[in-house]
């Protein structure tokens, strides 16, 4: 999320003094403020807080990270790492934003077709 954006209502999270292992879907948001291990296989807005450490594959459409995540990343709209934020791993995103002071040590790759699903111009050539 972006500064000049609203913020966003979160729906469900995990706090900080707990800890947590395996698969998760929600539909609006969800932050974690606290440790997880597992799968985030679902999700529109999640909110990595400062105090979080996160080790997981992620898919979701937007996240916004200002604690450790280690990990595959697919955002398929947005990829926030604000300064406290610190990324271990690959993303897939259409959006890549990074603030000074951040850390990200791992691959980007950015392909809006690849994540919607459509056909790219090389591959509707091929169809013809």
């Known amino acids: 999320m972006s500064k000049n954006e609203q913020p966003?209502?979160?729906?469900?999270?995990?706090?900080?003094?707990?800890?947590?292992?395996?698969?998760?879907?929600?539909?609006?948001?969800?932050?974690i403020?606290?440790?997880?291990?597992?799968?985030?296989l679902e999700g529109n807005n999640l909110i990595i807080g400062e105090?979080?450490?996160v080790?997981?594959?992620?898919?979701v459409r937007n996240i916004a990270i200002n604690g450790r995540v280690k990990g595959s990343i697919i955002a398929k709209d947005s990829t926030e790492i604000f300064a406290r934020?610190?990324?271990?791993g690959q993303i897939i995103t259409?959006?890549?934003?990074?603030?000074?002071?951040?850390?990200f040590q791992g691959t980007c790759q950015m392909e809006l077709k690849a994540l919607e699903g459509e056909k790219t111009d090389s591959d509707e050539k091929k169809d013809k």
Do not use: P
């Open 8 to 31: 966003i209502k979160v729906n469900a999270f995990i706090d900080k003094d707990t800890e947590m292992k395996g698969d998760i879907r929600f539909k609006e948001s969800f932050r």
């Open 33 to 40: 403020d606290g440790k997880f291990k597992g799968k985030i």
């Open 51 to 53: 105090s979080a450490q």
């Open 55 to 59: 080790n997981a594959d992620i898919d």
């Open 85 to 88: 934020g610190k990324v271990t």
């Open 94 to 103: 259409s959006k890549l934003i990074i603030e000074e002071g951040a850390f």
